[in-house]
């Protein structure tokens, strides 16, 4: 009897389990993608243009067909055009990893933009915010598609979708490269101009989204890139200690930012500035470096006091750093006589903190904190009020749990790999080689202390890039240098220069 019970229970047991398992595996039910669609006029470059705004979701699937994943995009499209299926299309994300695309979203290429202080001097403070029609908007040329990764926006992971599956380097670009098809598909637009443009980690996206699309048996070439505040090979944008490389990257960017708070190079212009501290970089600053401790005492001196003519801080200050002035540090001590900490996204930007002997920022970043209120509020409001977007979620500018659980491994589990810096420049040269109509635009601010300039040098110089395809251009601003007004005009004019060579 008691074996019977025994016996009884124990297929009980495992009968429950083999029903737990089978309802584990059921897809979750999906609702109905939602998706918003308006009519809108607006004068764009002294062209009147008419447009369609769809804000709205689209459904990612697995290998299995199950829907995984819904990509919140807002697109918009020229009515009226006699041949629809042949205009150009610019996709468009900013970076993080965690970044919805609020900031190129609002902050340049929408029909509405929000105005924060052009000379960076004023915190954007508490609604209301200033928001303005952007009559530079480049509707009249192409049509414009912002995208928000998952965990960024409104987009999330649905059914029996993981976050894991989409948090990574790879991952990422995968599930772009399938957005981008299935828009491409829906719209009718495989044999239409396509460009993608990135800020940030978007550049990075951007690198790997372009190799991505030669793939998986669905071969999209892209027409082009625009690449805002490049971070391709990240050995150039990382200061931490025994990082050679960055000490040589950062600090152009550092007399740039010294020069504009009149602590260095008085009575000369910044291209100058920028041109000496360069100059300085490659033929004195570099091989000191690398001769390390091999570097006679007396030529340690010379170099720190030439590093204090450029970058501002104390010589003695220089040489107990033993030449190697990091990133957080610099930011604390150029103006620490005045108890003001520097931007890092903006070396414009200042704020004063509570601990004023810190090596570091202690509040945040005073180039972020300065704007980022406004851009959140000025893109809800939009999406509330002009698109008549109705969501049962908040929308994510940000999200911090996707830098924290981001998989950067670009091998498959189980094989070797050992950690490096992350690059996808030779990705993007490769690219380049294989398709002769990829042409690159890069961005870059003068006093961006997160990406400087002379590591898009630096990065452009090597990797296998064929640079008769590529053009650099620079700018005032830091990091989202189109929040200053004299550089969002000129970088209006450098993008369409750009797109309408590109389209002869």
Same mark, same amino acid.
């Not at 924290?404 to 810096?421: A, D, H, Q």
């Given at each position: ?38 009519t ?30 819904? /990509? ?27 970044? =919805? ?74 599930? /772009?490269?399938?957005f981008m ?34 793939k ?11 690449l805002i505040?490049?971070? *391709?090979?990240?050995?150039?944008? +990382? ?15 550092? =007399? ?7 602590? =260095? ?15 300085? +970089? ?20 010379? /170099?720190?006091?030439?590093?204090e ?9 220089? *040489? ?14 150029? *103006? ?15 704020g ?6 810190? &090596?570091?920022?202690?509040?945040? &970043? ?20 002009e698109l ?37 420049a ?8 294989r398709?002769? &109509? ?11 202390l997160?990406?400087?300039?002379f ?9 296998? /890039? ?7 251009t ?19 004019? &450098?993008?369409?220069?750009f ?6």
């Open positions: 009897m008691k074996k019977s019970l025994l016996t009884w229970s124990l297929l009980l047991s495992a009968t429950a389990l083999l029903v737990a398992q089978e309802k584990k595996e059921e897809p979750k039910p999906v609702p109905p993608a939602k998706e918003f669609i308006t809108q006029q607006g004068t764009f470059n002294g062209v009147p243009v008419r447009y369609k705004v769809i804000a709205g979701e689209t459904y990612l699937k697995n290998e299995k067909g199950e829907e995984v994943a819904s /990509i919140w995009s807002t697109t918009y499209l020229k009515e009226g055009d006699p041949k629809p299926q042949q205009r150009p299309v610019l996709f468009i994300f900013n970076g993080g990893p965690g970044s =919805a695309s609020v900031w190129l979203h609002m902050g340049f290429f929408g029909p509405v933009i929000v105005k924060t202080d052009s000379e960076a001097k004023a915190d954007d403070g508490a609604a209301p915010y200033k928001t303005e029609r952007n009559s530079k908007c480049l509707l009249d040329l192409v049509d414009l598609v912002f995208i928000d990764p998952v965990g960024t926006g409104f987009s999330t992971v649905i059914g029996n979708g993981k976050v894991e599956d989409f948090w990574g380097l790879n991952e990422d670009a995968n599930s /772009i490269a399938q098809r299935l828009w491409v598909t829906k719209h009718k637009r495989w044999m239409t101009p396509k460009y993608i443009a990135g800020e940030s980690f978007g550049t990075t996206r951007a690198a790997a989204v372009t190799s991505a699309l030669e998986g048996g669905q071969s999209m070439a892209l027409n082009g890139l625009i505040s490049q971070a *391709l090979d990240y050995q150039g944008s +990382t200061s931490i200690h025994d990082n050679i490389t960055s000490f040589a990257t950062y600090l152009p960017s550092m =007399a740039a930012t010294a020069w504009y708070h009149k602590k =260095a190079c008085s009575g000369k212009s910044l291209e100058k500035v920028v041109s000496e501290a360069t100059d300085f +970089t490659y033929n004195e600053y570099i091989p000191a470096l690398f001769k390390g401790n091999y570097l006679p005492e007396s030529d340690k001196k010379k /170099i720190a006091a030439r590093m003519s450029f970058i501002g801080l104390n010589e003695s200050y220089i *040489l107990q750093s033993d030449l190697q002035v990091l990133m957080p540090r610099f930011q604390k001590e150029l *103006l620490r006589d005045q108890n003001l900490t520097i931007g890092r996204l903006d070396g414009r930007y200042t004063k903190e509570s601990d004023a002997v810190a &090596d570091h920022p202690t509040l945040g &970043d005073a180039a972020s904190y300065g704007i980022d209120a406004a851009f959140t509020a000025a893109l809800n409001n939009y999406l509330l009020t008549n977007v109705e969501m049962n979620r908040p929308y994510l500018t940000s999200n911090s749990e996707i830098g924290n659980k981001w998989r950067w491994r670009t091998v498959p589990e189980g094989s070797y790999w050992e950690p490096v810096y992350v690059n996808v030779r990705q993007l040269g490769d690219a380049m080689r398709n002769k &109509d990829l042409n690159v635009l890069v961005v870059n601010g003068y006093y961006d997160i990406t400087p300039f590591d898009a040098e630096y990065t452009f110089s090597r990797n296998g /890039i064929p640079m008769e395809q590529v053009k650099l620079y700018y005032e601003g830091g990091h989202m240098m189109y929040n200053r007004q004299q550089d969002f005009d000129k970088l209006v004019k &450098d993008i369409r220069e797109l309408v060579n590109d389209l002869k």
